[in-house]
């Protein structure tokens, strides 16, 4: 007897094994009936379970694009548990609707403070999409009142006011954010620090180069690696910081080394090509490959 659609689905709970990702190939690409009689089911299942298969389809969404698991994963943030909504919204990295960057501001006021800063995270690439013009004036001013209000709130906690402060870098033209900018960086909070150093890089604004200039000497590690991915951000325009980009190069923490190589490939010119082909043909695998992506990034950009 075949089974119908809410029994095998109801049996990605009941079943002694764990579900493989083959087994889920069954929740892609559902239809509105499919995502009801899905989520029917799914409130039923065990939280571990629950768990299992969202950390299954996170990896999924990224690894086989063919198959669209977004309508589980927008049934999903209204999961009672805050681990499952964090991994939701992770999961619909590719969903530029406005309605979602509508669903994620509602998030912001979530009751879990890991939610509300995966959301935030989330909505950066909504700033971006209204940097650039791609998102409605409308839409891109709820944004900005959301990122402005959230970065001020002393009610929000930390984590979420700094990830807030990353987004409003890409509102280069709004005063109010880059105020906020420079007051996230006047902070005693590294953290904060940290994420203004990352939103000066995004805003691209030539006011802001003296202080990533500063970082990029920084004794912090956490800074370095703030400072080289901002003037990656920044792009040609950044060329200018190349001197002292240049020796994050060779840095001894990797993550700032690879920043840094990354960086180079942003920003381009006859001096980046220079070190890359030399990292490229190094014997730390790692930096050899990123730099090897580099160099090919900047071939694809002459074309």
């Known amino acids: 007897m075949t089974l119908s ?13 764990a579900p493989t990702r083959v087994d889920l190939k069954l929740l892609a690409n559902l239809g509105p009936e499919s995502v009801y009689i899905f989520w029917e089911q799914w409130q039923r299942f065990s939280l571990d379970r629950r768990r299992h298969i969202m950390h299954l389809l996170a990896e999924l969404a990224e690894e086989q694009i063919q198959l669209d698991y977004r309508p589980v994963f927008r049934a999903c943030l209204a999961d009672h548990d805050a681990e ?3 991994l939701a919204i992770e999961g619909l990295w590719e969903d530029d609707h406005e309605q979602m960057m509508d669903r994620l501001i509602q998030m912001i006021h979530d009751p879990a ?5 995966a959301a935030v995270i989330s909505l950066a690439r909504f700033a971006y999409r209204a940097e650039i ?20 709130d002393p009610e929000q906690p930390s984590e979420v006011r700094r990830r807030a402060v990353e987004a409003l870098g890409y509102f280069a033209d709004s005063q109010e ?4 900018v420079a007051r996230a960086y006047s ?16 805003s691209m604004r030539p006011q802001w180069f003296p202080y990533i200039l500063r970082e990029l000497k920084s004794p912090s590690p956490s800074l370095r690696y703030e400072a080289a991915r901002a003037v990656g951000e920044i792009g040609e325009d950044g060329r200018e910081l190349l001197p002292a980009l240049l020796p ?8 700032i080394a690879l920043a840094a190589i990354w960086a180079l490939g942003q920003v381009g010119g006859s001096d980046a090509r220079r ?5 490229a043909r190094s014997r730390d695998e790692v930096r050899a490959q990123v730099a090897q992506d580099a160099l090919a990034e900047l071939d694809l950009d002459t074309l």
């Open 84 to 86: 499952i909504r964090v």
């Open 248 to 255: 994050l190069v060779d840095d001894e923490d990797t993550e």
């Open 187 to 202: 902070m005693d909070d590294i953290y904060m620090r940290e994420s203004a150093v990352l939103a000066m890089g995004r």
């Open 275 to 279: 070190i890359l082909k030399r990292i």
């Open 177 to 180: 954010a880059q105020a906020l």
């Open 133 to 152: 013009g791609e998102l409605s004036l409308s839409a891109a001013q709820r944004l900005l009142n959301a990122l402005l209000q959230t970065a001020s």
């Open 5 to 17: 659609f809410a029994e095998r689905v109801a049996q990605l709970d009941t079943a002694e094994t």
């Open 113 to 117: 403070g890991e939610v509300r800063a």
